[in-house]
T-cell receptor
Framework: NAGVMQNPRHLVRRRGQEARLRCSPMKGHSHVYWYRQLPEEGLKFMVYLQKENIIDESGMPKERFSAEFPKEGPSILRIQQVVRGDSAAYFC??????????????FGPGTRLTVT | DAKTTQPNSMESNEEEPVHLPCNHSTISGTDYIHWYRQLPSQGPEYVIHGLTSNVNNRMASLAIAEDRKSSTLILHRATLRDAAVYYCILRASSGNTGKLIFGQGTTLQVKP
């Protein structure tokens, strides 16, 4: 059973470009979470999605960031007009259930975004 | 989610047991205690979770105080591969969208 897959693993963008980060959850998982880890900082929750629905986006920056999890295909985290402060590791996690307090989340290897 | 307090760092020798403490004095009766760890340059990894009783799995043991205001993650024989940041996280059983709220965690160094 393949784990959570993220691609690309490394992404370099110039300021002002768009970044698209992809996440394929574990087989059978329909709940996806995105987290961001800024350099020398802790992991911060960004958004929680179920298939075709955003459930909790309380951690998403108000502008330039969006996320989707379509019926078919991977979840996408999109960052428009990237700035240097967006440089970070972005981790995706999937879960068998979302609000279940005992269900563990399985994390992918992350996408390391560098904005030049 | 209730707050947890962990030491910033700990050291251990290889092959010896490690006890990683976590204080959660404001825990509510329905909060589960979860532990994750993050190895260098990798995504976090689930370790173990529990509610009231002590728990064991292939990776570790979780000892929960009787009043639930603290818990201890136990690695029975530390290996170099166990060097990581360990996070103690409380997850509410209701009114929670399931997101994990990470603190600073405990950075564990394992010496050969």
């Amino acid at each position: 059973n393949a784990g959570v897959m993220q691609n690309p693993r490394h992404l370099v963008r110039r300021r002002g470009q768009e970044a698209r980060l992809r996440c394929s959850p574990m087989k059978g998982h329909s709940h996806v979470y995105w987290y961001r880890q800024l350099p020398e900082e802790g992991l911060k929750f960004m958004v929680y999605l179920q298939k075709e629905n955003i459930i909790d986006e309380s951690g998403m920056p108000k502008e330039r960031f969006s996320a989707e999890f379509p019926k078919e295909g991977p979840s996408i985290l999109r960052i428009q007009q990237v700035v240097r402060g967006d440089s970070a590791a972005y981790f995706c996690a999937s879960s068998l259930a979302g609000t279940g307090f005992s269900y563990e989340q399985y994390f992918g290897p992350g996408t390391r975004l560098t904005v030049t | 989610d209730a707050k947890t307090t962990q030491p910033n760092s700990m050291e251990s020798n290889e092959e010896e047991p490690v006890h990683l403490p976590c204080n959660h004095s404001t825990i509510s009766g329905t909060d589960y205690i979860h532990w994750y760890r993050q190895l260098p340059s990798q995504g976090p990894e689930y370790v173990i979770h529990g509610l009231t009783s002590n728990v064991n799995n292939r990776m570790a043991s979780l000892a929960i105080a009787e009043d639930r205001k603290s818990s201890t993650l136990i690695l029975h024989r530390a290996t170099l591969r166990d060097a990581a940041v360990y996070y103690c996280i409380l997850r509410a059983s209701s009114g929670n969208t399931g997101k994990l709220i990470f603190g600073q965690g405990t950075t564990l160094q394992v010496k050969p």
